[in-house]
């Protein structure tokens, strides 16, 4: 693994369904995040974690929850995906608060 | 609130030079980054702003008034791989990330 990844590159997914998002790097960041990429809105934080162990909120975190289970993976769960959680999901982390972000692919969810 | 501007589509030819512009609103400011994205791809980082003047990074500079809560992106000597969308993010006085929703840049030859 080189940077940071995610997994899948895209899903398409039934309305109701259970679904994970991989999020996985090896940079040892301890900031990590997860963004929706809708077109016209830009990115919208999620969740994010500044370190292992600890999560919160961002500006669009409902239907979402996160864990933090340890510095190198933060997976994102749609409990129940609705249509409206059709978007590019892009997981983001940051090695300390005045570095850059780096970005996964991003994950093209179509839930239908 | 927190509020970040930019102008959503802007069009340029091939060989010129393109300012973009990024107005803030913030809780603080810890630093103004700007990314590149290409359609269908992640961010990339271009720059990194946090004492006011200009940086510069080969074709690409960017500026920084704090005063004015205003940075901009300068793309000189344009080229077609340069068509992207431009996102402008500030760090706010809790460290997090406050992103503009991009810019839309298209050159034409």
């Known amino acids: 693994i080189a940077g940071i990844t995610q997994a899948p590159t895209s899903q398409i997914l039934a309305a109701g369904r259970r679904m994970t998002l991989r999020c996985t790097q090896d940079?040892?960041?301890?900031?990590m995040y997860w963004y929706r990429q809708d077109l016209g809105l830009g990115l919208r934080l999620i969740h994010y974690?500044?370190?292992?162990?600890?999560?919160g909120k961002g500006e669009v975190p409902d239907g979402y929850s996160v864990s933090r289970a340890n510095t190198d993976d933060f997976p994102l769960t749609l409990a129940s995906a609705v249509p409206s959680q059709t978007s590019v999901y892009f997981c983001?982390?940051?090695?300390?608060?005045?570095?850059?972000?780096?970005f996964g692919q991003g994950t093209r969810l179509t839930v239908v | 609130g927190q509020n970040i501007d930019q102008p959503t589509e802007m069009t340029a030819t091939e060989g010129a030079i393109v300012q973009i512009n990024c107005t803030y609103q913030?809780?603080?400011?810890?630093?103004l980054f700007w990314y590149q994205q290409h359609a269908g791809e992640a961010p990339t980082f271009l720059s990194y702003?946090?004492l006011d003047g200009l940086e510069e990074k080969g074709r690409f500079s960017s500026f920084l008034s704090r005063s004015k809560g205003y940075s901009y992106l300068l793309l000189k000597e344009l080229q077609m791989k340069d068509s992207a969308s431009y996102l402008c993010?500030?760090?706010?006085?809790?460290?997090?990330?406050?992103w503009g929703a991009g810019t839309k840049l298209i050159i034409k030859p």
């Open positions: 993010a500030v760090v706010d006085s809790n460290y997090q990330l406050i």
């Open positions: 974690s500044n370190t292992a162990g600890t999560t």
């Open positions: 702003n946090v």
């Open positions: 983001a982390s940051r090695g300390t608060e005045n570095t850059e972000a780096f």
């Open positions: 940079m040892r960041h301890n900031a």
């Open positions: 913030t809780s603080g400011f810890n630093g």
